[in-house]
Nanobody, 119 residues
Framework: QVQLVESGGGLVQAGGSLRLSCRAS????????LTWGRQAPGKQRELVATITGDGNTDYGDSVKGRFTISRDNARKTWYLQMTNLKPEDTARYFC?????????????WGQGTQVTVSS
């Protein structure tokens, strides 16, 4: 019922910026917490950023001060603005919606979008 589609990835030079978007279809509501994660080959998936329904945000230590998560509830879309990108940011980035409905947990993920940062 819920599908997530990422966009905005690409190849950028170190120090550059990208904005990723995640568009949802289905029953995403304004109170849901939304996240971004990333995974590089041979590495575990890493939580990058979260935003709660009331707008509180949290970030992984490696991206604090450089990445910003935001949301547009009317469009059922959330964003990851990435600045001062570093080669170690190279990964596939996934959006995520961990959703509770009537005490049942749902955990939706997109297919990911590749971000490659060249030195």
């Amino acid at each position: 019922q819920v599908q997530l589609v990422e966009s905005g990835g690409g190849l950028v030079q170190a120090g550059g910026s990208l904005r990723l978007s995640c568009r949802a279809s289905g029953s995403i509501i304004s109170s849901d917490t939304l996240t971004w994660g990333r995974q590089a080959p041979g590495k575990q998936r890493e939580l990058v950023a979260t935003i709660t329904g009331d707008g509180n945000t949290d970030y992984g230590d490696s991206v604090k001060g450089r990445f910003t998560i935001s949301r547009d509830n009317a469009r059922k879309t959330w964003y990851l603005q990435m600045t001062n990108l570093k080669p170690e940011d190279t990964a596939r980035y996934f959006c995520n919606a961990p959703i509770w409905r009537a005490h049942i947990k749902y955990d939706y993920w997109g297919q990911g979008t590749q971000v490659t940062v060249s030195s």
